[in-house]
DNA sequence: CCGCACTTTAGAATTGTTCTAAATCTTGAC
DNA sequence: GTCAAGATTTAGAACAATTCTAAAGTGCGG
C-alpha cells in the first residue's frame, strides 16, 4: 500500500476554516475524518463515540464545538437544522416552510409541485421541506 | 354579529379524531383552536402557554399528549419532524434526505435541480429537504 | 519569553420531550 | 341509574440533547 494520507484533504480543510477565522485542531480534523469515514449521518453523540476510540480523550463538549466549527465553515451539514423545540402547524395542504434568518418568522410557501425523482423502489409518504432564507421586508431593511 | 361558533369545526374534529380511534376532548378541541387561531408554528411549549389563557388547568404533558393525537389523526403536522438528535453530514452538494420509516436508514437523495418559486424579495439561502417513506428494500420485504 | 486569542475540558445547567402512577372522565352493558 | 373497562388528564419525575461556564492548555506574534 502507498504511502496514505493520515487525513483526508488537511491542506482543504485549514483553508476552509482559516476562511470563516478558525484554526485546525487535531480534534477537528477527528471530527472531520469521522464524518467523512462513515457516510450515515450521525448524531452528535455517535460522532462522540467515534471519535473516541482514536481520540480518547476528547470531550463531549468539543465535539460539539468541533461540528459547529465545521458547519461554520461549509465543511458539513446539520442535517435537520432548526435546532430546539419542535413546532406545529394546522395547515394540511401540502407546503415547505421558509424560515427568515432574520427575524426568526416562519412562511409557508407552496412546494414545487412536482415529484422528485427517487431511487427505484422508494416510496415517498410525506416531504418536510425547509427553506432558509431572509424574506422580502428583511432583505429590504438591509 | 352572529352566534359566533366557539370551536372551530367541531365535527370535522369529531370525525378525524374518531377514524383513528380517539375521542374529542375539550383540551383537544382547546388545543386544536390555539394552532388554528394563530397560525405562526409554535413550539409545544407555546402551545402550552396560549392553551392556558383560556384553559389554566391544562398540563404539560396533555398538550404533548394533544398535539400527538392531532398529529395522528391528520389534523396538524409537526414542521420539524425527526424528533432526537441532529444529524450531521460531510455532503457538501446539494441534495435532500429519504428517511425510512421502516428500517430507519437516512439515504441521500438528488434535488429537482429547479427553484421552487418563493414570493417575491424572498432570498433563498439553502433547502433542507426531508422526504419520509420506505426504501426499496422494506418496500419488498413487507 | 510574554501576552493574547483561540481551544479544549469536565461538569453543571438548561431545554425539550417522554414517562409514570394516580385521579378523573366516558361509554356501553346491565 | 350503576358499574366496570378503557381512554384521558394531571403533576412531577426522568431522560435526552444541547449549551454554558470556568479553568486550564496551546500556539503564534512581538
Redesign the interface.
Known sequence: MKARSPHIDEQHLTEQLGATGLRLTPQRQQV?DV??HK???????E?FIRAKKTMPDISHATVYNC?DA??KS???????????????????HEH???HC?SCQ????????A????????????????????????C??KK
Open positions: 472531520y464524518l467523512r457516510r450515515d449521518h450521525p448524531t452528535a453523540e460522532v461540528l465545521l458547519v461549509g465543511l458539513a451539514r446539520q442535517v435537520t437544522l432548526d435546532r430546539g423545540a419542535t413546532r406545529y402547524c394546522p395547515n394540511m415547505g416552510h421558509f434568518d418568522t416562519v412562511f409557508d410557501v407552496d412546494l414545487p412536482q415529484a422528485m425523482k427517487l431511487p427505484k423502489g422508494f416510496k415517498a409518504d410525506h416531504f418536510d421541506i425547509a427553506i432558509h432564507g431572509v424574506c422580502a421586508d432583505a429590504k
